[in-house]
């Protein structure tokens, strides 16, 4: 028996989020638990409902929405030691990837929320200028991130296209970028990398941007970070490199790069970080993995 805080972004996926959430309230309540939908019409206002209701009691929080949703209350969900419920219902869906959820199907996913018992999974602290975040999936920085930039400050067109339109024109200008790396390895010692790279990405699961598999084989709950990176290659051979990311074959190219990490320190002039596919400010920033951080409802990891 559970009480939940069933937390809607309506407009998820195309707006398929509040239908989803009407269907997750009558089989929940169907199941025994008690519900207190917890909506808004921005962010502070989700947090501030979410806040007060789980002062209350509540011991679960179901979040129907993507990764976007999630991230704006994670950090309320690990200092109450609530438990997650993940209804995807975004474009991206990477952290439902990473926890094997059906993300394409709501009644699958809550058959597996009513009967998958509780694990416990890492997630990724953020540090970059006065701000610290939580992450779940993917924090990333290069040529994703500018493109990202682009994209956002565009007004026309909507949807995928935006993105397609700001690719083409990141590419146009694109160079390498110079970056500086210090990390933390599992054993506590340190190093610092100074590299040409096309992107940097560090990763508590391993994919981003719907299912893009930058850190193909990272695991969410082995206590380390997948810093992964490409170094300079042609624009062409950029472009090819994305059908590639979806399938993890990427790691295979000699321009790429992984190390596994406690923690990482990301600096390089001009760009701007990305977590879970939110915008978390100018580098440099920090990354640190916060080891079994968030209980989720999820089938157990495979390894």
């Not at 509540?58 to 976007?68: F, L, P």
């Not at 959820?101 to 058959?111: G, K, S």
């Not at 602290?125 to 290069?142: D, F, I, K, N, P």
Request: glycine share 10%.
């Amino acid at each position: 028996m559970r009480r939940a805080a069933l937390v809607v972004n309506p407009i998820s996926g195309r707006r398929r989020g509040e239908a989803i959430a009407t269907v997750a309230a009558e089989r929940l309540q169907d199941a025994g638990w008690t519900l207190d939908q917890v909506t808004g019409d921005d962010l502070p206002s989700v947090r501030s409902s979410l806040r007060a209701v789980l002062a209350g009691g509540v011991d679960t929080v179901v979040v129907v929405g993507g990764d976007g949703a999630l991230h704006g209350i994670l950090d309320l969900l690990v200092t109450s030691d609530a438990t997650l419920g993940l209804l995807p219902a975004g474009t991206g869906n990477d952290l439902a990837r990473a926890l094997g959820l059906p993300y394409r199907d709501p009644e699958a996913c809550l058959d597996l929320l009513l009967a998958s018992p509780s694990r416990r999974i890492d997630l990724a602290r953020v540090r970059c200028g006065e701000q610290e975040r939580l992450v779940a999936t993917v924090v990333a920085s290069g040529f994703d991130s500018k493109v990202n930039e682009r994209a956002n400050a565009m007004r026309w067109p909507r949807g995928n296209m935006r993105y397609n339109i700001a690719i083409l024109a990141e590419l146009r200008a694109f160079a390498p970028i110079p970056f500086v790396l210090e990390l933390t390895d599992a054993g506590g010692a340190t190093s610092r990398v100074d590299t040409d790279a096309m992107l940097v990405a560090v990763g508590n699961g391993p994919s981003f941007g719907g299912g893009l598999r930058i850190a193909h084989g990272a695991v969410l709950d082995d206590g380390l970070l997948d810093v992964c990176l490409i170094r300079p290659v042609s624009r062409s051979l950029l472009v090819r490199t994305f059908p590639k990311l979806q399938r993890g074959t990427h790691v295979t190219m000699p321009e790429f790069e992984r190390r596994l990490v406690r923690s990482v320190r990301l600096d390089a002039p001009d760009i701007v970080g990305y977590g879970d596919g939110e915008r978390l400010g100018p580098l440099p920033l920090s990354v640190e993995i916060v080891p079994a951080a968030l209980a989720v409802l999820a089938p157990a990891s495979e390894g």
